[in-house]
């Protein structure tokens, strides 16, 4: 039942007035974007969980939606595979700080196209976590200066 409602929140989403850009965020560890919409069709990249993507259109089925990521690329992803929630991912290589502000503490540094869940807003400062490949590896918590990311606030 969730998945339904979350795939006709996603659907209104796209439904919206062209004008009107509406972003989603991946939901799983690894999905697989591809060049047309069907699991036949080959991978053309990969993104990773909270992922942020702008939803261009849907298919005739509504079951794969055609997106672009930060960098302009694009391909299709199953509908089931995208959030409604907040997400944001490094422009650059950068910093994580343990507040909002450079005087703080440095907690973790990530490379261009990091993604991360987005928590908070302070100022110019954007509080994330990420959800790390390895267990092992700790959650990198902490506030990013905003010109360096790109994604969306929960909608």
Same mark, same amino acid.
Request: glycine share 6%; aromatic share 12%.
């Given at each position: 039942?969730?998945?339904?409602?979350?795939?006709?929140?996603?659907?209104?989403?796209?439904?919206?007035?062209?004008?009107?850009?509406?972003?989603?965020?991946?939901?799983?560890?690894?999905? @697989?974007?591809?060049? $047309?919409?069907?699991? %036949?069709?080959?991978?053309?990249? #990969?993104?990773? =969980?909270?992922?942020?993507? /702008?939803?261009?259109?849907?298919?005739?089925?509504?079951?794969?939606?055609?997106?672009?990521?930060?960098?302009?690329?694009?391909?299709?992803?199953?509908?089931?595979?995208?959030?409604?929630?907040?997400?944001?991912?490094?422009?650059?290589?950068?910093?994580?700080?343990?507040?909002?502000?450079?005087? @703080?503490?440095?907690? $973790?540094?990530?490379? %261009?196209?990091?993604?991360?869940? #987005?928590?908070? =807003?302070?100022?110019?400062? /954007?509080?994330?976590?990420?959800?790390?490949?390895?267990?092992?590896?700790?959650?990198?918590?902490?506030?990013?200066?905003?010109?360096?990311?790109?994604?969306?606030?929960?909608?």
């Amino acid at each position: 039942m969730k998945k339904i409602a979350a795939l006709a929140l996603l659907l209104s989403f796209v439904c919206a007035p062209a004008f009107a850009q509406k972003y989603a965020s991946v939901n799983t560890t690894k999905a @697989n974007i591809r060049t $047309c919409a069907s699991t %036949k069709c080959d991978v053309k990249w #990969y993104a990773w =969980k909270y992922t942020p993507v /702008i939803m261009e259109k849907t298919s005739d089925d509504k079951q794969w939606v055609l997106v672009k990521d930060f960098e302009g690329f694009n391909g299709w992803i199953s509908a089931s595979l995208l959030s409604p929630n907040g997400a944001m991912v490094a422009k650059v290589d950068l910093n994580v700080r343990k507040g909002p502000g450079v005087s @703080n503490e440095i907690v $973790c540094t990530v490379d %261009k196209g990091y993604t991360f869940k #987005y928590l908070s =807003k302070k100022g110019s400062w /954007i509080e994330v976590e990420d959800n790390p490949e390895k267990a092992s590896e700790g959650k990198c918590r902490g506030w990013i200066y905003n010109q360096n990311l790109w994604g969306f606030f929960k909608q």
